[in-house]
């Protein structure tokens, strides 16, 4: 697993600030890394593959066109069209041409893929599970929850100011 406590101190954060830092980046590091491990093992897919086929999986179709699915999943569109494709190759996903915008291409869930996808499912809650939840309890859950909604609140802001400058 990764290691960042010897990582140098960042200019500016005291102790306690670079302490709580460094172990939240630790933590994320290793806990996006474990269930990567799981889902590899046990169905050759990543996390990111897992979101992506649960998100296709849904059934708003106007949320499937690239752009969206890319920032939903914090990826270019270039990354996401790779992962597209290596998907296809695996029978998971498959892509046809929007209606009214022959030039816009949409990936689909294979009716294969979701029959596999309840299996992958199980995989990635149990590894939720056992790396995550069972490390915590219910009062450090909430907790948790508190302190990641506040982080995200902030920036999902600061994500809708650059979008709105750009815009411009």
């Known amino acids: 697993m990764h290691d960042l406590q010897a990582m140098p101190a960042l200019p500016g954060l005291n102790g306690i600030e670079q302490h709580c830092w460094t172990q939240f980046l630790d933590c ?98 149990q590894g939720v599970r056992a790396h995550y939840l069972d490390q915590l309890g219910r009062e450090q859950m909430l907790n948790l929850v508190d302190s990641c909604q506040r982080i995200n609140e902030s920036l999902s802001t600061i994500s809708t100011r650059r979008r709105l400058r750009v815009a411009r």
């Open 28 to 125: 994320s590091l290793n806990l996006v890394a474990a269930v990567n491990i799981c889902l590899k093992g046990a169905h050759d897919l990543s996390i990111r593959d897992v979101l992506l086929l649960e998100l296709l999986s849904q059934p708003n179709r106007r949320e499937h066109r690239l752009c969206a699915l890319a920032e939903a999943l914090r990826v270019s569109q270039g990354q996401l069209s790779t992962q597209i494709r290596r998907l296809e190759a695996q029978g998971w996903i498959t892509r046809s041409p929007t209606r009214g915008d022959p030039r816009g291409i949409l990936p689909r869930i294979t009716s294969e893929g979701h029959k596999r996808l309840h299996a992958v499912m199980e995989t990635y809650a």
